[in-house]
């Protein structure tokens, strides 16, 4: 198979380093976070390139895209992996919190969709796969806000795969049950399931998705769901 180019946005740490890590050896990979230093470390770590891009600002989603395109001349799929976490009942949660999930899972998904999108169409090929969470489908108490900026993301990709009118750009979304990363450990241990996937486990099907071949079988609009580890 031939190298192709993978953006991974949110590739610095959990599942996004996980699939830019089983991408890296074979293809061509960027990854994207929000911090310098970690940019730095995962790009060390794995001997790929990076961008500092905070999603939620166009410009900075604008300008990534844009060197990635004239780096390599294309853009072959995109992991969206960015995520905000925002757990707690909306009464505890400060505004600062609030706005920041918004702007990191609202604004950020859509920003960088519109602009993966602008490139695959005029390129004529591609594929994206957005990273939501069973959230979405199993709701949850203690968790919102973070499941209404979800269910978002969701209902976007959905709108975004039926517009397309084309198999040949594929817009797909996964939706992982809680894994031991550095966002669950954020979110507390109440909320890993007794039985639960590995990010190694879930970015093997990431990949799986962004490999699919523009001619492959119309898949776009997919929707995986891996809800407590089991398939």
């Known amino acids: 198979m031939a190298a192709r180019t993978f953006i991974v946005v949110g590739g610095t740490s959990g599942l996004g380093l996980a699939v830019a890590r089983l991408l890296v050896d074979e293809h061509r990979v960027v990854v994207l976070g929000d911090a310098a230093d970690e940019v730095a470390a995962a790009t060390n770590d794995l001997g790929c390139a990076g961008l500092v891009c905070d999603v939620s600002s166009y410009d900075h989603v604008r300008r990534a895209f844009g060197e990635v395109v004239d780096r390599y001349g294309e853009i072959d799929g995109v992991a969206a992996c960015a995520s905000m976490w925002a757990g707690g009942d909306l009464a505890d949660l400060s505004p600062e919190r609030i706005r920041r999930t918004v702007e990191v899972n609202v604004l950020g998904t859509t920003f960088v969709l519109k602009e993966a999108l602008e490139h695959l169409r005029r390129q004529g090929y591609g594929t ?60 507390g241990d109440e909320f890993l399931d007794e039985v639960y996937a590995l990010p190694d486990q879930v970015a093997a099907e990431v990949v799986r998705l962004l490999l699919l071949a523009p001619d492959d079988l119309y898949v776009s609009g997919e929707r995986v769901l891996r809800a407590d580890g089991r398939w």
Do not use: C, D, F, W
């Not at 978002?152 to 517009?163: I, K, R, T």
């Open 128 to 187: 994206v796969v957005y990273i939501g969470a069973m959230a979405v489908t199993q709701p949850r108490p203690g968790i919102p806000v973070y499941r209404a900026t979800k269910s978002y993301g969701s209902s976007l990709v959905e709108s975004l795969a039926e517009a397309q009118h084309s198999n040949r750009v594929k817009v797909m979304q996964l939706h992982p049950g809680p894994m031991p990363t550095r966002l669950q450990e954020r979110v």
